[in-house]
């Protein structure tokens, strides 16, 4: 089925369309009223290509649905299309990905100017938050800053979601293994630290202070003792005060479902799937906000514009992250193989 966006159909065309999510319906209705009721109806594929402005960034900088970046811009052309962006596109703006051969990767996050703020001596504060992406078709203008045409990503949803629901609930079971193996790992970090404290504060002793050598031994056993680098006590590792990965998904799904502006339709009303299109496309995008992820899988992600193959894609990342893990604690005398996923024991038992 094709969707019919409205738009004014006089000289002057405005051309509207969900890639500016936020301020669509204000500016619709200001228009209709202004216009005396000279409204047409257009094919939602005349209205495919808008204006878009680009802000360039680093490759490695790259964040995606919901995630926010602080910025400050004091240069007189980012000024400049700060301005534009705010006067002309709703505050919606563009991350130009810069690669080393001074390109622009093509599929871009779409970013909302969610707050700012203006000093006149250090320039304006901004902060950007995805809201969606886009697929640049093409660079209009390079000086002073970018600008381009673009058409937005939307997402291929299948007709049923209980593949997806299966493929999420591998996601979470993956998370909630490895904050359990990251738990581990840190405390055999923090074991292995205060015995090498221990053996040091021994040598440093004399021989004959028996009594000193038994009190370190003594806390030692009992898990009290505990030196920093600079030879100071610190508290030790205190499960409420460390981020694991668990916690950081579920923020990041938190943030991606509220900054989520697609419009989903699933045509199976009679699927069993206890989660929406909307849900699992959090899942699908916070799966990919937590530490140590390659740049490379980010921008794979990014690129993707189906549901299934972006949770697919994200269910083998982490299966891999959990293996890296797995070694780790074997290396430390803690490992299990039965931890490794049945992918990677397949891959081995083929070699």
Avoid at 252 to 260: Q, V
Wanted: hydrophobic content about 40%.
């Amino acid at each position: 089925m094709e969707a019919l966006i409205f738009a004014i159909s006089m000289s002057g065309v405005m051309l509207v369309s969900t890639v500016y999510s936020r301020q669509v319906l204000r500016t619709l209705v200001t228009s209709v009223e202004k216009m005396e009721g000279k409204i047409g109806i257009l094919d939602a594929t005349a209205l495919g290509r808008r204006p878009i402005c680009v802000l360039p960034f680093p490759y490695d900088d790259l964040i995606v649905q919901g995630q926010t970046k602080q910025l400050r811009l004091y240069e007189d052309r980012f000024i400049e299309l700060f301005e534009k962006c705010q006067n002309e596109h709703y505050g919606m703006l563009c991350m130009g990905l810069l690669t080393d051969s001074s390109g622009i990767v093509q599929t871009s996050a779409l970013c909302e100017v969610e707050d700012f703020n203006r000093s006149d001596e250090f320039g304006i504060f901004v902060t950007l938050r995805v809201v969606g992406r886009v697929k640049l078709l093409e660079l209009t203008q390079m000086n002073p800053f970018i600008t381009g045409v673009c058409s937005e990503v939307i997402d291929e949803i299948p007709p049923s979601l209980d593949l997806p629901n299966m493929v999420a609930d591998g996601i979470d079971s993956l998370l909630n293994e490895i904050s359990v193996m990251e738990l581990r790992l840190l405390q055999a970090k923090e074991y292995k630290e205060q015995q090498e404290a221990k053996e040091d504060a021994l040598d440093a002793l004399p021989d004959g202070d028996i009594k000193a050598r038994e009190r370190i031994v003594k806390a030692a056993l009992e898990g009290n003792l505990q030196v920093s680098e600079d030879g100071s006590p610190y508290s030790g590792v205190n499960d409420e005060d460390i981020t694991f990965q668990k916690s950081v998904f579920e923020n990041a799904y938190s943030d991606a479902f509220e900054a989520d502006a697609q419009g989903f339709i699933v045509s199976d009303p009679s699927s069993t799937s206890g989660r929406s299109a909307k849900e699992l496309t959090a899942i699908s995008w916070a799966a990919f906000c937590v530490d140590d992820l390659k740049i490379t899988d980010r921008i794979q992600a990014l690129d993707c514009d189906n549901l299934f193959d972006r949770l697919k894609l994200a269910a083998h990342i982490l299966r891999g992250k959990k293996n890296m893990i797995a070694a780790k604690l074997a290396l430390a005398g803690l490992g299990d193989p039965s931890e490794l996923s049945e992918e990677d024991n397949d891959e081995k038992s083929d070699t």
